[in-house]
């Protein structure tokens, strides 16, 4: 599953490039990429190099703002292309306060050319792929450093760093190659063209998910739109905006380092807030249910210092899901039965199956429509079970279950 995402994002990646015609003056390409770095990202980096010596560009320059890494395998080759380059390569850290932590720090590091803008950070590297393990002894050199105190070039913007890059010699694969960032213009010079290139909106729609508030945002509101479909609501717009939710959950899980007890927490906290609903809302389960999500998505991924989840971003998710179970999904649900056209009053004595066992309360379905329902306990309805409504109570229909040939 992994790889075909994987496959579909890097061609969504590829297409808008390959569609960028030879520049009839060789100019400077921006490759323009931040946030979590997962297969997908590191791939757009390493095939806009390729791409930028193809149609003839002077120079590529990578500019970096991202706290992880999230896959060793496109780090290594976005690495061997930097090291090797079919073109002049250049790294800038910014604009700030830009970070570059993980592995993306070492590739800054050895790079031959390479600038950080005041007030940005780099370090953290270890670990270098996020969430692998750090070995005992090593916390002292997994401190940020702030740009200042690296050592680096400092350079306020990608202009100025372009601008004193010009007449630099830079190492390819084909040699030495002195590079002219500059041309004349009127009475004095000017920059050459440059673009700034980014990842495709399909890629960076998938991309959405490799910030671990995000995957659980879209995981919790997935999962609770779900429920809102269960509960009577019938397939409709909600249904879709549930798989692309569950999509991009899938997509952030993959790639993440996702701890999956923290996971198998949420999911449990999402059954008890559903569980409370179908029960009326009892309000010990829904108050658990909400605690569980909120743990499950502070300790959602094992960032190591580097893409460590935030509570309180964490929190308007939970809030969120809060929302739809004690607030919307009620209401909707009164809305939808209290119309006219419902007429609920005739489906007494209608014959139904339960969907789910009432205890007392429940689901059932009386002529291909799901409507909540309520019996006695000492009815013993389990799911599957054939009832027949006795009556309506506000929102609830009244069953009984269907005696059996024996029971008659």
């Known amino acids: 599953m992994r790889r075909f995402l994987l496959t579909v994002a890097v061609l969504l990646t590829l297409f808008p490039l390959s569609a960028v015609g030879a520049d009839p003056e060789a100019g400077i390409d921006v490759i323009d990429v ?45 690495n061997a292309t930097v090291q090797d380059p079919p073109l002049p390569v250049a790294i800038w850290v910014g604009p700030a306060p830009a970070v570059a932590y993980g592995g993306i720090a070492q590739l800054v590091t050895d790079a031959e050319w390479r600038a950080i803008s005041p007030g940005s950070y780099l370090g953290k590297p270890l670990p270098t792929i996020a969430g692998d393990d750090i070995a005992e002894g090593t916390i002292g050199e997994i401190n940020a450093i702030p740009a200042e105190e690296t050592g680096l070039d400092l350079q306020p913007t990608i202009r100025q760093y372009l601008q004193d890059l010009d007449g630099e010699t830079f190492a390819t694969a084909d040699g030495p190659v002195v590079v002219e960032t500059l041309k004349p213009f009127e009475d004095g010079v000017t920059l050459k063209t440059v673009t700034f290139l980014q990842p495709s909106l399909g890629t960076r729609f998938f991309r959405l998910a490799v910030i671990p508030e995000a995957a659980f945002f879209f995981l919790v509101i997935g999962l609770t ?138 689901i059932v379905e009386v002529h291909g429509a799901r409507w909540r329902a309520t019996s006695h306990r000492e009815a013993k309805v389990a799911t599957g079970t054939q009832v027949v409504v006795t009556g309506v109570d506000g929102l609830f229909l009244e069953v009984d279950r269907v005696p059996t040939e024996r029971e008659n």
């Open 34 to 78: 931040s946030g979590p770095l997962d297969a997908s990202a590191l791939e757009f980096m390493r095939s806009s190099i390729e791409l930028a010596a193809e149609r003839g560009q002077v120079l590529a320059v990578l500019q970096i703002d991202s706290p992880a890494v999230l896959d060793g395998a496109a780090l290594e080759a976005l």
């Open 225 to 362: 739109i779900v429920s809102f479909e269960f509960f009577a609501m019938g397939p409709g717009v909600a249904a879709g905006v549930a798989s692309i939710c569950l999509l991009l959950a899938g997509w952030g899980i993959v790639n993440l380092p996702v701890r999956w007890w923290a996971l198998a927490l949420a999911v449990f906290g999402w059954g008890l807030l559903t569980a409370a609903y179908q029960k009326g809302g009892v309000i010990v389960l829904t108050i658990l249910g909400a605690l569980l999500l909120q743990i499950g998505g502070i300790w959602f991924v094992e960032g190591s210092g580097q893409i460590d989840a935030r509570w309180f971003l964490i929190l308007p998710s939970v809030l969120v899901v809060l929302f739809f179970f004690l607030l919307a999904m009620p209401t909707v649900q009164r809305a939808r039965y209290s119309t006219q056209t419902i007429g609920r009053d005739s489906l007494i004595g209608e014959t139904g199956v339960a969907r789910v066992g009432l205890d007392p309360d429940g």
